[in-house]
T-cell receptor
Framework: GENVEQHPSTLSVQEGDSAVIKCTYSDSASNYFPWYKQELGKRPQLIIDIRSNVGEKKDQRIAVTLNKTAKHFSLHITETQPEDSAVYFCAEGKPIFGQGTTLQVKP | EAGVTQFPSHSVIEKGQTVTLRCDPISGHDNLYWYRRVMGKEIKFLLHFVKESKQDESGMPNNRFLAERTGGTYSTLKVQPAELEDSGVYFC??????????????FGPGTRLTVL
């Protein structure tokens, strides 16, 4: 069945460093890959998404890369700030979500 | 535009009781989804409505869960009878789906259900 694996489960970085979260998926027909951010006590919100017809998409400090051959995609956050601290979920398709990554950015 | 709303925000019930959760999607969004997140785990898909029709209910755990979307507007998710393992945060989300493509989903604030 459909499955999304997300790593790492927790990630701690110093303010200003980069953070990378990786996901793999199993459905080769998937063509939509969103990333959601959930701050403590709040609702998940889309931060960036990518479709299968492109390999990379960037929005300010956030970028997503997609490798359809290897069936994996990654979220890259540069120049991290304390307000980036949250749980990040990758997803594909309808969507099926990954297990989440708790990112902590230390000031 | 008004966002997705859910009611109640919290519900504490005893095992064996019934609870009904409500979701009001963004106006004009034909697609409505229900999810559940158990603490520390993934956001698990439950089901998907397109207007009033159930498009995909493959994630519904068992027949104690019943979702409806009469008239294609708001939706309810009823759990009867509730069991301990039903505890978690239930999220609703809505989206427009254009040309058959998946698109951004807008989430509600969630209902935190605790079954004692």
């Amino acid at each position: 069945g459909e499955n999304v694996e997300q790593h790492p489960s927790t990630l701690s970085v110093q303010e200003g460093d980069s953070a990378v979260i990786k996901c793999t998926y199993s459905d080769s027909a998937s063509n939509y890959f969103p990333w959601y951010k959930q701050e403590l006590g709040k609702r998940p919100q889309l931060i960036i998404d990518i479709r299968s017809n492109v390999g990379e998409k960037k929005d300010q400090r956030i970028a997503v890369t997609l490798n359809k051959t290897a069936k994996h995609f990654s979220l890259h956050i540069t120049e991290t700030q304390p307000e980036d601290s949250a749980v990040y979920f990758c997803a594909e398709g309808k969507p099926i979500f990954g297990q989440g990554t708790t990112l902590q950015v230390k000031p | 535009e008004a966002g997705v709303t859910q009611f109640p925000s919290h519900s504490v019930i005893e095992k064996g009781q019934t609870v009904t959760l409500r979701c009001d999607p963004i106006s004009g969004h034909d697609n409505l989804y229900w999810y559940r997140r158990v603490m520390g785990k993934e956001i698990k898909f439950l089901l998907h409505f397109v207007k009033e029709s159930k498009q995909d209910e493959s994630g519904m755990p068992n027949n104690r869960f019943l979702a409806e979307r009469t008239g294609g507007t708001y939706s309810t998710l009823k759990v009867q009878p509730a069991e301990l393992e039903d505890s978690g945060v239930y999220f609703c989300a809505s989206s427009r789906r254009l040309g058959g493509d998946w698109n951004e989903q807008f989430f509600g604030p969630g209902t935190r259900l605790t079954v004692l």
